[in-house]
């Protein structure tokens, strides 16, 4: 039994997994405490994962008795990070036990491989897979090898594809976080603008949404209040859309190119549906068998999914040799 700890951003998470078996996961989010903020305030984020993280602990560990303790290392908000850590290191000297140091996309993508206590879903990674993350600090495409085997085959340059849509909600003012609501409104929608897409003619598989957000925010600009008020919910479908083809488009190219056996989708942002069904449209005309997390609490931030991919580093023996030398690397690569 692995017990992990995810303290990346605003989700102070404790979990116990045994193998790829989920038997608690405890989630306690900071969203209201940042909310007037618009966005995560750093210090507070810091001071909320010291309060909570031994209730949480507590909740999590119930009677387990775990053999290995792990921890994200990053990437991450820096702050945020050193708590889990220390707590994790505290943990490990306390039962004697190995600590696994767990780079956090890494734990996106094995939230798909998630299992409830009874072993189900059964589901196994066929190689080469092609990961596609999609968060509020990232937007990747990854070709998987094998456990343990990366390659980034495209990221984003500059924003990620969950930061956009928090800002566009910002520009609509429609408060923190911004993908929910920008989801449901453009549920809504009757008709849309048109925004050009960036990196349309090139050929690589990186992701922009810099230029995207500046666009939108001009065409905002440009309305009248009866115009902007009229068109909330067209507005809001409007940049769901363009993000979102951008993510389709970037993952169909990756599949010509690498020819992979299958998808597996993780991230924040995998919660929205109309991503999902435009994902399971772009994999069954490829023929492709394609993975989401099982459960809404496995996509957004969650310590198990960092246990699940703790145990594949146990089987290899993986731990953290000097543990007093752990430190956090907030901009980690996989």
Same mark, same amino acid.
């Given at each position: %039994?692995?017990?992990?700890?995810?303290?990346?951003?605003?989700?102070?998470?404790?979990?116990?997994?045994?193998?790829?078996?989920?038997?608690? $996961?405890?989630?306690? &989010?900071?969203?209201? *405490?940042?909310?007037?903020?618009?966005?995560?305030?750093?210090?507070?984020?810091?001071?909320?994962?010291?309060?909570?993280?031994?209730?949480?602990?507590?909740?999590?560990?119930?009677?387990? =008795?775990?053999?290995? #303790?792990?921890?994200?290392?990053?990437?991450?908000?820096?702050?945020? @990070?050193?708590?889990?850590?220390?707590?994790?290191?505290? @943990?490990?000297?306390?039962?004697?036990?190995?600590?696994?140091?767990? $780079?956090?996309?890494?734990?996106?993508?094995?939230?798909?491989?998630?299992?409830?206590?009874?072993?189900?879903?059964?589901?196994?990674?066929?190689?080469?897979?092609?990961?596609?993350?999609?968060?509020?600090?990232?937007?990747?495409? #990854?070709? %998987?090898?094998?456990?343990?085997?990366?390659?980034?085959?495209?990221?984003?340059?500059?924003?990620?594809?969950?930061?956009?849509?928090?800002?566009?909600?910002?520009?609509?003012?429609?408060?923190?976080?911004?993908?929910?609501?920008?989801?449901?409104? /453009?549920?809504?929608?009757?008709?849309?603008?048109?925004?050009?897409?960036?990196? =349309?003619?090139?050929? $690589? *598989?990186? +992701?922009?949404?810099?230029?995207?957000?500046?666009?939108?925010?001009?065409?905002?600009?440009?309305?009248?209040?009866?115009?902007? &008020?009229?068109?909330?919910?067209?507005?809001? +479908?409007?940049?769901?859309?363009?993000?979102?083809?951008?993510?389709?488009?970037?993952?169909?190219? /990756?599949?010509?190119?690498?020819?992979?056996? %299958?998808?597996?989708?993780?991230?924040?942002?995998? /919660?929205?549906?109309?991503?999902?069904?435009?994902?399971?449209?772009?994999?069954?005309?490829?023929?492709?068998?394609?993975?989401?997390?099982?459960? =809404?609490? *496995?996509?957004?931030? $969650?310590? /198990?999914?960092?246990?699940?991919?703790?145990?594949?580093?146990?089987?290899?023996?993986?731990?953290?040799?000097?543990?007093?030398?752990?430190?956090?690397?907030?901009?980690? =690569?996989?």
């Amino acid at each position: %039994m692995i017990l992990s700890i995810d303290t990346s951003c605003d989700e102070t998470s404790v979990a116990v997994t045994h193998g790829r078996k989920v038997l608690s $996961n405890v989630i306690s &989010s900071q969203i209201a *405490l940042h909310k007037k903020y618009g966005g995560v305030y750093p210090a507070l984020a810091k001071r909320a994962h010291e309060e909570r993280i031994d209730f949480v602990v507590q909740k999590a560990i119930k009677k387990f =008795k775990p053999d290995a #303790v792990a921890v994200t290392q990053g990437p991450g908000l820096a702050i945020a @990070l050193e708590v889990g850590i220390k707590k994790a290191k505290e @943990l490990s000297a306390a039962y004697r036990i190995p600590l696994i140091a767990v $780079n956090h996309l890494e734990g996106h993508i094995y939230s798909c491989l998630a299992q409830n206590s009874a072993g189900l879903p059964e589901r196994e990674i066929i190689f080469p897979a092609l990961c596609l993350i999609v968060s509020g600090g990232h937007t990747s495409l #990854v070709l %998987m090898k094998d456990h343990g085997n990366y390659t980034i085959v495209g990221e984003t340059l500059d924003d990620a594809c969950g930061e956009a849509l928090d800002k566009a909600a910002k520009i609509l003012k429609l408060g923190y976080p911004g993908g929910p609501v920008i989801e449901k409104l /453009a549920e809504q929608a009757v008709s849309s603008f048109k925004l050009s897409q960036p990196l =349309k003619d090139n050929k $690589n *598989l990186n +992701f922009s949404y810099s230029g995207l957000k500046t666009q939108f925010l001009y065409l905002v600009r440009d309305l009248s209040e009866k115009d902007f &008020s009229q068109n909330l919910k067209n507005l809001a +479908f409007t940049f769901q859309t363009a993000c979102f083809e951008q993510v389709i488009r970037k993952t169909s190219q /990756a599949i010509k190119i690498y020819q992979p056996k %299958m998808i597996l989708c993780g991230g924040g942002v995998i /919660a929205n549906k109309t991503l999902r069904k435009l994902l399971r449209q772009t994999a069954k005309s490829s023929n492709l068998p394609i993975f989401f997390p099982p459960k =809404k609490d *496995l996509i957004t931030d $969650n310590a /198990a999914m960092i246990g699940i991919a703790a145990g594949f580093h146990l089987v290899k023996k993986d731990f953290v040799k000097k543990i007093d030398l752990l430190d956090r690397i907030p901009r980690m =690569k996989l």
